[in-house]
């Protein structure tokens, strides 16, 4: 089929992440990897270890490649390593525990794999080193509001995803209110660029985020999902992570591990909505279904 050329001559929808160009004429995949010391069953090796440098910290590097080797083999077109749990009253991890964990992981994906590997970090020195390891895409939650970090994106060719969230981690989900959702998520969003752009960095290296959770109630959110067309005037690509979260399991009413397919459901209405990437933790199952999203659209 021929790629569908727009006015200008430019290709169709995509983004730029470092060195490679992100196809978006059909919706992405983008599979979590967790490298965090509670997020490998195995209780924490990689955590324990990097910290002494101990042979034990291969082991869970290796680890965390296979798993992002069966991502890529589901179908993930993006890995998205995060050394930092963003969960209410998680421990703050310093800037060294994050390189140590999200370096190696990162560069051995990048030698291995070929695939776009994605860092979720708020951390301006994390995301200048992971460039250097491979990473062709910044994923922050606090949507490069650090000091520094729009410079250390700009000085880089890798992509970035401006989340909104209001409030911290810690204290987000405490009383989230808004006067009008949508208007101030997208004022939100709209700052951000321009605080990306006066960087340096160009619009076809961004891409935006809702925030599914992020200091909003189930209202909030899925009000969010209804109207998330509104946030594509902006003429960004749009990314929702809706994997798990407690907006589904308040629905299903089932722990994390049951909530695969109200997840399923979640990542397929946001498609239909006007998201292009889609973060989550079950790459095979989210692959399969937008691909009938796929074939609904293409068949004659
Ligand atoms: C998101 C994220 C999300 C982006 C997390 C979880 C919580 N990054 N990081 N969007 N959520 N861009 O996965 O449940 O929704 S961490």
Do not use: W
């Not at 109200?262 to 239909?272: E, H, R």
């Amino acid at each position: 089929m021929l790629q569908q050329q727009s006015a200008s001559g430019s290709p169709g929808p995509h983004m730029i992440c470092g060195p490679r160009r992100l196809d978006l004429s059909s919706p992405r995949v983008m599979g979590i990897l967790n490298v965090t010391p509670d997020s490998f069953s195995d209780g924490g090796a990689l955590s324990a270890s990097a910290e002494k440098g101990a042979g034990v910290f291969s082991v869970s590097v290796d680890k965390a490649l296979r798993r992002a080797e069966r991502m890529c083999q589901d179908g993930a077109c993006i890995i998205d390593v995060g050394g930092e749990s963003t969960r209410p009253g998680a421990a703050a991890v310093t800037e060294q525990q994050e390189l140590d964990r999200v370096i190696p992981v990162i560069e051995a994906i990048n030698r291995e794999l070929d695939v776009i590997v994605s860092v979720d970090t708020s951390a301006p020195a994390v995301m200048r080193e992971a460039a250097l390891a491979g990473a062709g895409m910044v994923n922050d939650i606090r949507a490069l509001r650090r000091e520094g970090a729009p410079e250390a994106v700009a000085a880089t060719s890798m992509g970035v995803c401006l989340m909104h969230m209001q409030g911290e981690p810690g204290n987000m989900q405490q009383a989230p209110a808004y006067d009008d959702l949508i208007a101030e998520i997208s004022a939100f969003l709209l700052q951000r660029v321009a605080d990306c752009e006066r960087a340096g960095i160009t619009r076809d290296h961004i891409c935006l985020d809702p925030g599914f959770g992020f200091g909003k109630t189930l209202a909030h959110n899925y009000r969010l999902l209804r109207e998330m067309p509104q946030f594509l005037s902006a003429g960004f690509p749009l990314l929702a992570g809706l994997s798990r979260k407690s907006m589904i399991g308040a629905v299903v009413n089932r722990q994390v591990d049951g909530r695969l397919a109200g997840s399923i459901a979640a990542a397929v209405l946001a498609v239909t909505q006007g998201a292009s990437i889609i973060r989550v933790h079950d790459v095979a199952e989210t692959v399969d279904a937008l691909g009938i999203i796929q074939a609904m659209q293409s068949q004659s």
